[in-house]
């Protein structure tokens, strides 16, 4: 098990490789500790996740830090359709933001946790509808590749919601999507209470340029999962 200094490094390590990344790929990113101004019609890309290990290595737990998040996207750049990737950390909460993300279409491809029982790699080849997510107890490089886009965004505002993926024996992965909880469990004695992930960006960045955006987004009623 590595030591928090050698964790700590690890990270700083990971974070300076991510914005490498991200600048070579000419896509703003953030790591969820401030919401720039929107800046004409850019996106905004938003959701949670969390992460149950559900008894590899003797380990019955749940994680929201120190989660990475991959989102793939097709933009139109000089009339042709250009594959862009955004690797970014989530916050404390697994919460995560990326804004002024180009138009285009949009997917979560995969996310990579960094926990003190081993690191998880879950990603989704985005092949076909129900396509299944893979895992790997490792750090896993996965590509960039796929066709299938299956979240559509409201306004310029792509909400992924919240996302579960426990890891059950046998390294099977099950994904829960839901756009709030309210004493939820899944495979572990953990329960979740969790408000709209635009609820808790409105009252993170109540100073945000994206408030009035925001503000769009939220129900006329209460939802119901």
Known sequence: MLSRLARAAKSAAVVMILAAMLY???CAGGYSTTLTEPQGDNMLLMGSVIVENVGYRNKQESYTKDIE???MGDVEEE??????SITIF???NGYFAVENVPQGQWALKGIRAYTPGGDWTIWNELRMPNERWAVAPATFYYPFTGTHFPT???GNVYNYHHNVFSVLPGQEVRHYRMAYMEGDQFHLTDTYDRPLVVEYFLE???NSGWVPILEQQLPEEPPRN
């Open 79 to 84: 009339g042709e359709t250009v594959r862009k």
């Open 152 to 154: 559509s965004p409201v």
């Open 204 to 206: 993170k960045y109540p």
């Open 90 to 92: 989530a916050d404390e």
């Open 69 to 71: 998040v991959s989102f």
């Open 24 to 26: 070579a790929a000419g």
